[in-house]
């Protein structure tokens, strides 16, 4: 029993011990809340090894320290970092079904400022066992000093300590080796972070990830105009010019952009308890005034719904990691929506968000993509009842005319929905609609806030007809990225009609599906549109319907109208989606089956290759062209770089009531049409 006490309580009993709980709980977390593909003995018997070199190295800087009490205390904060570092990632994943990026570290203060409890959502019962030993240690440590307990433990000499870290280093040079057989260039494919959490562990991605944002960062540092010629060369043999029959449809028209938070195609057309959740947007998904599409992907990252607005306002994709928003937004140049719809046909920009205004580092992105005003939270009602992400989207729909009907026309409106919005926070004032009853409460609320967005939207219609600008007007209407996440999925597969027993990664990928409709009033020639697209397409197609040709742009999509628009679906981690098949994790998927195909007995092999090099090279040049920051080298005939310093937001109404004023009869704003009364009081206040 003696020599039991004495190796438990030895410096080699004490690192063996904290190195074995940290790594049982590494495995439950590969187990239970990562979704790593393991396939096979080999990756099963690596996956099982990976924690071992890093943990140990990490933990060995334990027995360089003599003295036993503060070796401990050494040892306790570097399990609880690395806990932590596991932690995060687990709820990172969760609702991002990614791992954290140093970028994303380096962004959350832009992104937490708008977040209130969503974190607390996304915890799980058995994440106490993540942090039990860590209580234990804590304990150990409290009764050691308060008690002043002597423990006889001899420390290492330094030539063992040294030998212990030699032998993890090799311990990890085999674990590489193994992985590098099973996985070839392991280490260079950087649209799959998964696959080097699978082969070497977390603490191994980080520092990878580490090394790999400070070599980005250099390279933007040293980039020339240079790296442009084959960006340029890309996107003009891409390029797909407008339908005629279509171009300039809406010219002159105002542009307003409904951005539906969180909000998948699936929701079009469905019902709870014989009630369709969201008739107002089925009735103009179905309008014949409506272009509207139901094979449409969201394309999104990490950035969510930064990456959609990133790809709706400049025709480019988000990064690989974190949001070009928060990491690149402040100092990047473009030429986005706003400023183009501008300089081409005198369009006055606005966006309108029930958030404070850096969230997503929006108060400065929008500057830079030349937005002349940003309605933020200071705009709104302080009494305004929040929930999750913002104020409710009634207040906000509602209280945005007073701001709206100072601009000048036409004018390019952005409204940002916050409402349905995991976690789906509901209460039966505000929501009055079933909800699901899966047993998850994430899908069961998510068609009441789906609901309710539905109802926000059918009130803020009839405004817009009461107000006269409703029949001026082209809306384009979209979801911005998933809302149900793959982990939830299978809860809601019985609600699909589907078997959760049979779900699959090509269930999922067909949930990336989002609704887009460009409603034009007085346009008869609508209907659904079965083409395949994305929202890197969203641009180029929004201005060629309102009579702006994108040729001299750099677009990475195409025009989802145009009888040259490519099909070709490039998600954010190299997968993609055509109309004929799906390629995941580099197997392929016949659309019509669901199931894994052969390309070769398909006879697919020259198209897959094809499509695959077109994905990679699109997505790299795209990265390319963002985190060198091209755009500062190249400007389009008859456009103005940006000034991001002519925009302020503060004051704003005073600033459009002085604009009004000094056109006099020649202002065009509703507010001047209307005789210089506020339309508010046309606004409805049920639906």
Do not use: C
């Not at 032998?167 to 193994?178: A, H, I, M, R, Y």
């Not at 933007?220 to 010629?229: K, T």
């Not at 080298?633 to 000094?662: G, R, S």
């Amino acid at each position: 029993m003696d020599r039991i006490k004495r190796g438990i309580t030895s410096r080699w009993g004490i690192l063996l011990t904290a190195s074995l709980l940290f790594w049982a709980k590494t495995m439950l977390a590969y187990h239970l809340d990562f979704s790593l593909g393991v396939k096979g003995s080999v990756q099963t018997f690596i996956l099982w090894i990976n924690p071992i070199a890093t943990t140990t190295l990490i933990f060995g800087i334990f027995l360089y320290i003599k003295k036993l009490k503060p070796a401990l205390i050494t040892l306790f904060v570097l399990d609880v970092l690395n806990t932590l570092l596991l932690y995060l990632n687990i709820i990172f994943y969760r609702e991002f079904t990614d791992f954290v990026t140093i970028k994303s570290v380096l962004g959350f203060s832009k992104v937490s400022e708008g977040i209130s409890g969503s974190s607390f959502a996304l915890m799980s019962g058995h994440d106490i066992f993540y942090w039990l030993d860590i209580l234990v240690f804590l304990g150990v440590l409290l009764w050691l000093f308060v008690k002043k307990v002597s423990v006889a433990s001899r420390p290492v000499k330094k030539p063992t300590a040294v030998a212990m870290t030699a032998l993890s280093v090799l311990f990890f040079t085999v674990n590489l080796s193994l992985s590098e057989a099973n996985r070839p260039q392991l280490l260079q494919r950087t649209f799959d972070r998964s696959y080097i959490v699978k082969y070497l562990g977390l603490d191994a991605f980080t520092v990878y990830d580490g090394i790999t944002t400070e070599m980005a960062n250099s390279v933007r540092a040293h980039a020339s105009s240079n790296g442009l010629d084959e960006v340029k060369q890309y996107t003009d043999s891409h390029y797909a010019a407008p339908n005629p029959n279509l171009f300039g449809v809406a010219k002159s028209k105002n542009v307003i952009v409904i951005h539906l938070e969180s909000f998948q195609q699936f929701l079009i057309g469905m019902k709870v308890d014989g009630q369709e959740v969201t008739p107002f947007l089925n009735s103009l998904y179905s309008d014949k005034q409506t272009l509207a599409f139901d094979n449409f992907f969201h394309e999104v990252g990490q950035g969510k719904t930064s990456d959609a607005e990133n790809m709706l306002e400049t025709g480019t994709y988000g990064l690989p990691q974190g949001s070009l928003f928060t990491q690149l937004g402040s100092d990047n140049v473009f030429q986005g929506a706003p400023a183009i719809l501008n300089q081409s046909a005198g369009y006055t920009s606005a966006v309108f968000h029930g958030n404070v205004g850096s969230f997503w580092n929006r108060d400065h992105v929008y500057k830079n993509l030349g937005y002349q005003n940003f309605f933020d939270r200071s705009y709104f009602d302080e009494s305004d009842e929040s929930l999750g992400y913002g104020i409710l989207d009634k207040d906000m729909l509602r209280e945005s005319v007073g701001h709206l009907e100072h601009l000048q026309q036409p004018f390019y409106a952005k409204f940002l929905t916050v409402t349905n919005h995991t976690p789906y926070y509901t209460d039966d004032t505000n929501f009055d609609f079933p909800s699901l009853n899966t047993g998850n409460s994430v899908v069961d609320d998510y068609v009441r806030t789906a609901h309710y967005l539905d109802e926000s939207l059918q009130q803020f219609f009839t405004y817009l007809k009461n107000a006269g600008i409703y029949q001026n007007s082209i809306f384009m209407i979209y979801g911005d990225h998933f809302g149900i996440s793959d982990t939830n999925n299978k809860d809601l597969a019985q609600a699909l009609g589907k078997d959760p027993a049979t779900w699959s990664k090509f269930d999922n990928a067909q949930m990336q599906r989002v609704p887009m409709m460009f409603h034009i009033p007085g346009f008869e020639n609508g209907g659904i549109q079965h083409q395949y697209g994305g929202e890197i397409d969203a641009l180029p197609t929004l201005l060629h319907l309102v009579g702006i040709d994108d040729k001299n742009y750099i677009h990475f999509g195409t025009d989802l109208l145009s009888p040259q628009h490519n099909q070709v679906i490039a998600f954010r981690n190299g997968d993609y989606v055509t109309p004929q098949y799906t390629e995941l994790g580099g197997q392929t998927y016949d659309n019509q089956t669901g199931q894994v195909i052969d390309p070769s007995a398909a006879g697919l092999v020259d198209q897959v290759a094809q499509d695959q090099k077109q994905v990679k090279t699109e997505l790299s040049l795209s990265d390319k062209l963002n985190q060198e920051n091209l755009l500062r080298f190249y400007t389009p005939q008859d456009f103005t770089p940006v000034d991001a310093k002519k925009y302020d937001y503060h004051n704003l109404d005073d600033k459009n009531a002085a604009i009004e004023k000094e056109k006099g009869q020649k202002s065009t704003s509703v507010y001047s049409q209307n005789g210089n009364q506020t339309t508010a009081d046309l606004y409805p206040t049920d639906p």
